[in-house]
């Protein structure tokens, strides 16, 4: 199993990711890009998920404004609530984030809806001080953690979006009606997301600045087990977590023994596994874990988090919530508009609930590199990043075995005829032992090589990642080959 070092290192190197103004000394931390490789990688990732989850289940796609207007969050109780509890030395200033500080001191969990009269009175208990100084710590205060942006010279009061999902409900309505939705409606949207973390760390993993691919499934709240589709996926495997073990049922299971509230829950959660088993993400280090009471976000009843083990330990890649009608109530009496419409399987007038699969792309791409990193201790200790096809940055190098007797030229050909319908990547420096690794290390499942062989009778060898085995095609059925590789590796 790889380390978080192991893959950060194979980040920096081949070119996934790396930190933001990184030549300044005044770069802010939490801020990360992605180089060629990561760019590949997550547009295929959320390709998978518009293939998987937006058209599987006829869902309809957004793509709203990063900077929202200031009532939204008054709305949504961004302004009132999206706060973290921090604490201030009072003799150096430094700035802690109150839960975190306690229970990494101390082991005492601090629930997200603890008072901060409580929070005080554990930093009272355990007589915590300032970790620099020993200075004593100031009384906890709250710090929002939205950015604040002013619009026009006025400067007029607008924020960066902390969630994708705010410009879904605040659409809703006129997507509903301008693509006559019917109930259960899934709306879907991936974009960037900005937060104000106190402490980011772990690059992909806490960032200021993220990706998100979100889904609000809009409900009729008496319907919630009139859900037919469920049938296509009633087999599916459900990894549930309680707190204490981890059972494996089906979704159907799941429902009859009551783990699940409703068919719709369960139909959405056995959609969401059925995804990231495509993803080359190890499902059997997988689990929704149910959330209890204090460990909810402020607008959720009930609450699945996927998690995903990992060597820094389990990571939340999606947060499943039933968000009930928390969202549209409070756009609806803000905005002053009626945002209910009709559902026209019974022809009744509903505000509808809503189901969130909240997923972090950075995340999920941290943990499929790692995942699908290996160590192949039987050949050199080759590294190789055993990505599934259609996510791998490369799916083919194109090799001449040397640079004479038209070898590159033939080479640089072939590259020319597949570049633009497959990432390809020609490469003639250096050994072909060593262009073997690099594309191993980028996770390009097939690297072909044009040799002597291929200037007498135009074969060419394609040899595999995994195996290491070389066959000998023709070159004009390289085309179809690469295409079909593609399509049956989506299929299992
Ligand atoms: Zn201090």
Redesign the pocket.
């Known amino acids: 199993m790889a380390s978080y070092e192991e893959v950060m290192k194979l980040a920096l190197e081949r070119g996934f990711y790396f930190p933001s103004c990184e030549i300044y000394s005044d770069a802010p931390a939490g801020f990360w890009e992605y180089g060629p490789s990561g760019v590949s990688i997550k547009n295929k990732f959320i390709e998978l998920w518009r293939r998987e989850l937006v058209r599987f289940d006829n869902m309809l796609e957004i793509d709203g404004c990063q900077i929202m207007s200031k009532s939204v969050f008054v709305a949504s109780g961004h302004i009132s609530n999206f706060t973290d509890p921090i604490v201030r030395?009072t003799?150096?200033n430094?700035t802690f984030r109150a839960d975190r500080f306690i229970s990494e001191k101390t082991g005492e969990n601090i629930p997200e809806r603890m008072s901060d009269d409580e929070v005080n009175a554990v930093i009272q208990k355990h007589n915590l001080r300032?970790p620099?100084?020993k200075?004593e710590f100031g009384g906890v205060t709250r710090f929002n953690m939205m950015f604040r942006v002013g619009i026009g010279p006025a400067a007029e009061e607008a924020y960066l979006r902390p969630e994708t999902c705010q410009t879904i409900f605040v659409d809703f309505a006129r997507v509903f009606k301008t693509m006559r939705g019917k109930l259960p409606l899934g709306l879907a949207q991936v974009g960037k997301s900005f937060r104000n973390e106190i402490a980011p760390r772990q690059s992909l993993l806490r960032l200021r600045e993220f990706y998100q691919a979100e889904i609000e499934v809009f409900c009729n709240p008496n319907r919630l087990n009139d859900v037919p589709k469920f049938d296509k996926v009633k087999d599916s495997i459900l990894r549930l977590y309680d707190g204490s073990s981890t059972i494996q049922v089906t979704a159907d299971e799941a429902l009859r023994k009551e783990l699940v509230p409703n068919k719709l829950v369960a139909y959405y959660l056995a959609l969401l596994g059925r995804f990231y088993s495509k993803t080359g993400i190890d499902m059997t280090r997988s689990r929704f874990r149910k959330l209890s009471d204090d460990e909810k976000a402020f607008y959720s009843t009930v609450a699945y988090d996927f998690e995903v083990e990992t060597s820094i330990g389990w990571l939340e890649l999606v947060a499943c919530n039933y968000r009930s009608d928390y969202d549209l109530k409070g756009h609806s009496s803000t905005s002053k508009q009626n945002l209910e419409v009709v559902d026209p399987s019974d022809q009744t007038k509903v505000l509808p609930h809503v189901f969130e699969l909240s997923m972090g792309v950075d995340r999920s791409i941290y943990t499929i590199l790692e995942h699908c990193y290996m160590e192949d201790d039987k050949h050199d200790d080759r590294i190789v990043l055993r990505l599934k096809p259609y996510l791998a940055p490369v799916l083919v190098g194109i090799l001449p075995l040397m640079t004479k007797d038209g070898l590159d030229e033939k080479a640089r050909k072939i590259h020319s005829d597949l570049k633009l319908d497959f990432d390809t990547f020609y490469d003639e420096s250096g050994s072909i032992g060593r262009r073997y690794r690099r594309l191993e290390e980028v996770g390009a499942p097939f690297a072909v090589t044009v040799d002597k062989t291929t200037m007498e009778d135009d074969t060419v060898t394609v040899r595999d990642r995994d195996s290491m085995q070389q066959q000998r095609i023709k070159s004009s059925e390289l085309h179809q080959f690469l295409q079909n590789a593609l399509i049956s590796s989506r299929q299992t």
């Open positions: 030395c003799k150096c430094s300032c620099n100084c200075g």
